[in-house]
């Protein structure tokens, strides 16, 4: 040992953890609702989802903001992809939410799921609750049993919430739907990287029967038996798919219309 001098190695890491956890363990969990999420300020830090079931709430999904998105950004999101989905009351979804001033690049996501359990018992993570468009490759996969899409796939059969034009072009129609749905719906473009409709949609005037529901599958197939030959949508657990003469397999899709 030297004389008058000791070495110290400070772990912020650890020390970073512990204070985060207490945080979280005192405080109070608050609907995830977009009128909540929009008082949360666009800063960095973390966040927890709880979902009660059987009068029981439990931490199911652990998540980090990054550079192109802060805690308002990601929370709305997930506030709105809760959203008309079977088997899942989103009143029954809280989060809580901690903005760290000095963002370190600690992995502070995985050290939380570490401390609260691992992916199996947060169960909504590596799930794909996460993610956004899964993309034309995910649409020909079998989702596994404990995917969020899967457990909680969406619903197309509510009633909209918004108005779709009654008679309009088959293009503008799917993007009224597209826009006031909280899933995705995607539909062929008139090519690669371009963001006009493929020209059947563009230039199939189609009228909606307003005695039929007012519906997202209702409104889909009127538009698909108003199409030329060769279209079909389909939906997936996270999403519909409205293509031309796709001849791909969909094993976990269910076919909605076909032209």
Known sequence: MTAGYVEFEFDLPEALLKRLITVFDNLS????????VEAIPEEQGVYQI??????KSDLVYIGKTDAASGLRVRLNRHAIKIQNRQNLDPDKVTFKAVRVFVFTPVDLETQLIEHYGTTSTV???????????????????????????????????????????????AANILRV??????????????????????????????????SLPKTAESVIKQVIQQLPVGWHATMLP??????????????SGRLIAKS
């Open 238 to 251: 996270s999403h519909v798919i409205i293509y031309k003469e796709d001849n791909r397999q969909f094993p």
């Open 50 to 55: 709880f979902l009660t079931e059987n009068g």
């Open 177 to 210: 739907l597209k826009a006031g749905s909280t899933y995705l719906i995607r539909f062929q473009r008139l090519g690669k990287g371009q963001r006009a409709a493929h020209l059947d949609l563009e230039k199939t005037s189609v009228s909606l029967d307003p």
């Open 29 to 36: 969990p608050a609907p995830l609702t977009k009128l909540n």
């Open 123 to 169: 169960s909504w993570n590596g799930s794909g609750f996460g993610s956004n468009d899964p993309g034309r490759e995910r649409d020909t996969t079998t989702y596994k049993e404990n995917h969020f899409d899967a457990r909680f796939p969406i619903d197309i059969n509510r009633p909209l919430s918004f108005a779709v034009p009654s008679t309009e072009s």
